[in-house]
């Protein structure tokens, strides 16, 4: 007999694509104008419906969603997975019990809550702790767009597909490159006149940036990357991470753009070019391992990969996208795990399996 899936309090939602920056921006905006910041009393949990959700200020409430419920989990020490198995009555007995032996049902905090509109529930996106200052995804992105059109930066979406900037038939064509998920705001984009010459295809430089203002670990995340071209689902393929710099959220927004704007800067030289050629000629002669069942081994090594993205990656090898000149290299085994991100559902999912193609290429360089 087929065992049935336990289902679950929360799971997190799927990834909104925005068709362009000028979607992107409205979406943030509007989300921006509903969002408040309010002084909660203390941690107080009640259920209504099979669903859980947080006392607020004036008699009012605000319901839990994957990412506050994770947060809050946490943040008392329980098991996100275990009380997520629970029915909504015992989650919550079990977060207030909690919450009042560690003194939290008096705390007062602050909390980001999204206001839900006429007869639409109160959403509690994240608490804040006392130092945090909120920087919104709507604030990073008005800042990011001018930046990325002053250097010729454009969303990868706008490229793929195209024989000059990587080639690959898109899987997923309405995939812009631009995500706004339950937790963050993301987007990657490629500069189409920025290119190295290689050998079998040439690489771009490339930047990402990543915002969040409502995770346990709220910061803005911005990188230069070199990129073989745009992968079918609109990702990066071939991806060697160049740059990257994360800014927590306690100085402001205006932090982040110097930050952006330097970095855009450093790839208007051909500097980097000449590095990238010798790095990525250094991949290709490395061995990454003389076996595949020798490659699968060393793969468990990298974080986070499962057993699963172990498997795919390894499947992948003799790809015609990834190196079938050296498969076994370390470039090819790179190209191998961008190609495998290719078909993974989740935004978060897939930038981390990219980050180990460019860790691996590292590898070589140490």
Not at 191 to 211: E, G, H, I, Q, R
Not at 307 to 326: C, F, K, M, Q
Request: glycine residues 8%; charged residues 25%; proline residues 4%.
């Amino acid at each position: 007999m087929k065992q049935q899936a336990m289902k679950m309090l929360y799971e997190a939602s799927e990834d909104q694509v925005c068709k362009d920056m000028e979607d992107m921006q409205s979406r943030l905006h509007l989300r921006d104008v509903m969002t408040s910041i309010k002084y909660v009393q203390g941690l107080e949990v009640f259920e209504d419906a099979g669903d859980l959700f947080i006392k607020t200020p004036f008699y009012s409430s605000a319901r839990f969603n994957h990412t506050t419920f994770n947060q809050i989990c946490n943040l008392l020490r329980l098991n996100p997975t275990t009380i997520n198995s629970l029915s909504p009555s015992i989650a919550s007995d079990a977060l207030n019990d909690v919450a009042r032996k560690r003194g939290l049902h008096n705390e007062k905090f602050r909390a980001n809550i999204l206001n839900g509109g006429l007869g639409e529930e109160d959403e509690f996106r994240s608490r804040y702790g006392s130092r945090y200052q909120r920087v919104s995804d709507y604030s990073v992105v008005e800042g990011i767009a001018p930046l990325l059109e002053e250097f010729g930066y454009v969303p990868i979406g706008d490229v793929a597909g195209d024989m000059g900037v990587g080639g690959i038939t898109p899987i997923k064509p309405h995939y812009t490159g631009l995500y706004d998920c339950q937790d963050f705001t993301t987007g990657f984009t490629i500069n189409p006149d920025n290119d190295v010459s290689l050998d079998d295809s040439p690489l771009y430089a490339s930047f990402f940036w990543k915002n969040s203002e409502v995770s346990g670990r709220a910061c803005a995340e911005i990188g230069m990357i070199v990129s073989r071209g745009v992968c079918g689902n609109h990702m990066y393929h071939g991806v060697t991470e160049h740059s990257l710099r994360k800014h927590r959220h306690v100085n402001g927004v205006e932090e982040i753009f110097g930050s952006v704007r330097e970095m855009l800067i450093s790839y208007v030289s051909n500097e980097w070019k000449e590095q990238v050629w010798k790095d990525v000629n250094m991949a290709k002669r490395a061995v990454f391992a003389t076996t595949r069942e020798k490659v699968a081994e060393k793969l468990k090594s990298y974080k986070p990969l499962t057993s699963t993205h172990v498997e795919g990656i390894v499947d992948r090898i003799d790809h015609p996208l990834a190196y079938p000149r050296n498969p076994m290299s370390v470039w090819g085994v790179a190209q191998a795990t961008t190609v495998f991100s290719q078909g993974l559902k989740y935004e978060k999912e897939r930038v981390a399996v990219d980050r180990v193609g460019g860790r691996i290429i590292q590898s070589s360089l140490n």
